[in-house]
């Protein structure tokens, strides 16, 4: 049964690259990485390179919010006053009531960085309860960031926390999709918000799958990921005008490793042709993919492998990683919104720092940004576990 388009009426995006959508999209076209050395001070030393959000340490969240203060707090909070992001949900909020509008947040880290830095200044205290760091279970717990943005933006209606590793904030578009359907909610906010943290950067670091310099997609010389930080929302509202509309949702499981890929992109390819079904396109009428793209070796070439078996060897494809950093939770709504905005722009965005690329992937790699006339294109983000999911955008008919 083909699904039924859902306009994506307005989103807001904030990474490595800028502050909000417009500063994103500029450094993507003009092509240059805004990925820096590693110059986290509340961290020790590390050889590699980082999508670091410019100034996030001096945001303050208003005290009126009566919100805890976390990084990804502040993150979601800068995020969200971009773009006239909160002007268009409070628009919903007129049209439907805050009771039915539902929030759907992906996340890894929430805010677990400040639960690492109360813990390592706690190390060498004398362990009595008096000394033992002060934590509140409303910045630390994967709910957190989700309550925040629900009072933030005055919503009442359906709130669910995604955390299923670098897929997440794809997969909050498939839940709001089925909140919809079912009649839970009338609209719904999507979004993902994932900080730098102490565990994620130590965790990929003892995993081998940090590179030492700034990350490169598909490149023959590609030797590891770069971790970025994120935030980004979209409005969907069936009820609503807007120039791209998610077409279909793809999903699947590898049910093959913890931590590697499926080597044949099964369950990958699963996901692609499943949002292709769903939506009654064929390959042909995609006219381009955002990769997952992560630049480690065993994930490029699985992906590469599936996106040959649906697509081929001409659909254009890019990984945009090599401009934000992967930005785990946040990678999905990140790649969303950079997909959507490629759509309506009508260009692709290149593959920064890939600079010769392996010869054993087979997919057309776009290395330079281009314009391009196409009314289709899909987002795919592959995480942990093989938990797979690809996003189908169109141009709103």
């Not at 997969?171 to 979004?191: E, H, M, N, Y």
């Not at 049910?255 to 390819?269: E, L, T």
């Not at 006219?287 to 699985?302: E, K, P």
């Amino acid at each position: 049964m083909k699904s039924r388009p859902l306009p994506v009426v307005a989103a807001t995006l904030t990474n490595a690259c800028g502050t909000g959508s417009d500063a994103v999209r500029m450094s993507l076209q003009e092509g240059y990485t805004a990925l820096r050395p590693f110059d986290l001070e509340w961290s020790s030393p590390m050889s590699t390179w980082i999508g670091r959000v410019p100034d996030l340490e001096s945001v303050r969240i208003p005290t009126g919010l009566a919100a805890p203060d976390s990084r990804n707090n502040r993150l979601a909070y800068l995020c969200l006053d971009q773009d006239d992001f909160r002007k268009d949900v409070s628009s919903a909020v007129a049209r439907h009531g805050s009771d039915r509008i539902g929030l759907f947040i992906g996340t890894t880290t929430s805010g677990i960085l400040d639960t690492e830095l109360a813990y390592r200044a706690w190390v060498g205290r004398t362990p009595t309860t008096s000394s033992r760091p002060a934590l509140q279970r409303d910045v630390h717990n994967m709910h957190a960031t989700t309550s925040f943005v629900r009072r933030h933006l005055g919503l009442r209606g359906p709130a669910q926390t995604v955390s299923t590793a670098c897929s997440s904030s794809a997969k909050v578009f498939a839940s709001a999709w089925r909140f919809i359907q079912a009649g839970l909610c009338d609209a719904a906010v999507v979004g993902g918000v994932d900080s730098l943290a102490l565990s994620t950067l130590a965790g990929f670091r003892a995993l081998n799958l940090v590179s030492s310099g700034p990350c490169r997609p598909f490149d023959l010389l590609r030797d590891g990921i770069s971790i970025g930080e994120a935030a980004g929302f979209a409005l969907l509202d069936p009820g609503a005008d807007g120039p791209i509309s998610l077409l279909s949702c793809g999903e699947s499981s590898d049910a093959w490793h913890m931590s590697s890929p499926h080597p044949q992109g099964a369950g990958a390819v699963l996901a692609m042709r499943m949002a292709l079904t769903a939506a009654g396109l064929g390959p042909s009428e995609v006219g381009y993919v955002n990769l997952h793209g992560t630049a480690s070796r065993a994930n490029d070439l699985a992906e590469d492998r599936a996106i040959t078996t649906v697509f081929g060897t001409k659909t254009p494809v890019s990984s945009t990683k090599g401009f934000t950093g992967h930005t785990l939770g946040a990678a999905g709504i990140t790649e969303a919104i950079i997909t959507s905005m490629s759509l309506a722009c009508q260009w692709i965005p290149g593959t920064v720092n890939c600079d010769a690329v392996d010869p054993e992937l087979g997919a057309a790699l776009v290395r330079k940004a281009r314009s391009q006339t196409f009314t289709a294109a899909m987002s795919n983000s592959f995480g942990f576990g093989g938990t797979n999911c690809s996003l189908l955008f169109g141009l709103t008919r």
